[in-house]
């Protein structure tokens, strides 16, 4: 029943770069011109800039990054930023909503399977996602200015996806026997947990190596279940379900 999200946002490899010309086609290339040249990547402009701003954004901080800097690390020129994005601010919203629309993406795809065994997936999924690629995105659900009007698409989206996880609680047979009030303290307190593996991955140098993401994820899921009321005897089989097939 296990119901995989990608989370992988470049070109698929070996493919041409959007606004590029085929190879020996001697058509001219088309797009925003490159300020430097640089080694040839899989990403896009449009990537590129993701990636370049995420680093940034993450290493030194959203208000010290200016456009210019966003610019140079991706190797374009800065007025090439505003063909792709508005500023700076429609950089950070798809930062932050590239971290919780896969994970809302493997809830609407979770079928089968009971409401626990959904739950677990959804846990699992969701962490791995918080703690994958080279930059810790989530760190940046803390910024002042995720608050304002800009970000409040962001907002629902994180809304809707722990809307989710209430819903799987409430189905769950330890989660249909708490009171209203207690069920939404349980929901607050597992999504939390759940959150906080971007504090985890704060703490990790570099990119986590993919057997400790997935012990990670694992372990997360597990406690989620654990503070849902979910028995430890039935970890083991929750885990296994979540998992899929090997």
Not at 34 to 63: D, K, N
Not at 130 to 151: D, M
Request: net charge neutral.
């Amino acid at each position: 029943m296990s119901a995989r999200s990608s989370t992988s946002r470049s070109a698929a490899p070996g493919s041409a770069a959007p606004g590029s010309a085929a190879p020996g086609s001697g058509a001219r290339r088309v797009g925003r011109p490159r300020a430097v040249a640089r080694p040839r990547s899989e990403l896009s402009p449009r990537e590129e800039i993701l990636a370049a701003a995420a680093e940034l954004f993450t290493t030194h901080g959203y208000a010290a990054t200016s456009t210019r800097a966003m610019a140079e690390r991706a190797g374009i020129r800065q007025a090439s930023i505003y063909h792709y994005f508005d500023g700076k601010e429609d950089i950070l919203a798809e930062l932050l909503e590239s971290t919780v629309r896969p994970s809302l993406e493997t809830a609407r795809a979770l079928t089968g399977g009971t409401p626990e065994e959904r739950l677990w997936e959804l846990c699992h999924c969701d962490a791995r996602l918080l703690c994958s690629g080279p930059h810790n995105l989530g760190a940046l659900y803390l910024l002042p200015e995720v608050r304002t009007e800009r970000f409040a698409a962001f907002r629902r989206m994180r809304g809707e996806l722990k809307d989710t996880y209430a819903r799987l609680l409430a189905a769950t047979t330890a989660g249909a026997a708490l009171t209203p009030d207690d069920r939404a303290l349980r929901t607050d307190l597992l999504f939390a947990l759940v959150e906080g593996v971007i504090l985890i991955r704060r703490d990790a140098p570099g990119e986590m190596a993919a057997d400790v993401l997935e012990t990670l994820a694992a372990a997360t899921a597990d406690a989620a279940l654990r503070l849902a009321g979910v028995p430890d005897r039935d970890l083991p089989d929750l885990r296994k379900a979540g998992r899929g097939p090997a």
